[in-house]
């Protein structure tokens, strides 16, 4: 967000847009400086000209209007302390968005659905014993009754007698068809005997070098290959060497590249959508204005790749090495972070959680 717009109030953290106070790693509340008497726009207006402000707490004590209290934190706020009245709105950059976990319970555990429960009333004492009634005239047993006999046992009705036991089956009048052969294997695409580092498909384009989907490229040595154009949706390049090649618009949806040494790789505006990276090499990858919908990154190393500008919705970069990556102006809403390493990052302008 290249201007922040002063006019509205921030939004409340997710996930549920919780309200209370700012409290900082292991529930403290930080250094802040206090400010009486502002409504909550002019406390985010304070808030938004400093620049140690990272985020504000507003609310009112003592119920009087004179004593709306602005709490304007320097320290980056994590967590959120149950408080009627009280609202934390964090200032939104994404580096400080990103590192926001959840409200804390009341033993300060964080991600605590439900705020603390009021302390409950002393349990009710059992009211005075009335007084015991004087003894009355004990009265004389009732009348023994008969000792009880049981009626006669009613006859047996007479059991059917057994059913024969079931015919066999009559025997089939059809021989029994002889069972097929396993399928084969389908054959390798022709093209993948081509395969070769600094190789341009679009020189085999009249033999159908074009559209390699499916292929299997497991293995290969492709380096420097241009792979421009191409339709390679749900081929497989697993632990395949691809340093320097380029996919520069690709279709690449769907494949595989687990293990892939892919080190300042290609990928501006490629089709990258559910493709799989997991442990690849993609030191100094560029996937500039790429769309990498719900595509799978984890523990792979992306140090100072380029995500600019890209569509990376519902990525997984858990594990991931992220030093110096580059996000700005990238989509990340629903993408998990998870034990990355986001060391010098830059996350300028990108869009992190659901407006």
Known sequence: MNAI?????????????????CRTKGGNQGNYDVIWGLSELECQQRCMRS?????????????SSANYKCELHSDVVVHLWPMSGYVCRIKPYAHLLIQYVGLLDVDGVANSPTPPFPPSPPPLQPPPAPPSPSPQPSRP?????PPFRPPPPSPQPSQ????PPPLPPPPCPFAPLPSLP???PSPPHACAKLSRPMIDWADYKDRGCMSLQKVDFSGAVLTHASFADVDARKAFFDRAKLEEASFKRANIAGATFDSAQMAKVKLIGANATGTVFRHSDLIEADLTRATLLHAKFSSADLTKAKFAWSASRG???RGAVLVDADFQDADLRGSAFAGADLTGANFEDALVFER
């Open 160 to 163: 059917p007698p057994p059913l």
């Open 315 to 317: 990525v997984d970069f």
């Open 141 to 145: 047993p009732p009348p023994s009754l």
């Open 5 to 21: 717009d002063t006019a509205r109030l921030w939004p409340l953290p997710p996930p549920g847009r919780e309200k209370g106070g």
């Open 51 to 63: 620049q140690m402000c990272v985020a504000f707490e507003y609310g009112q004590e003592l119920h």
């Open 182 to 184: 396993p399928a084969l």
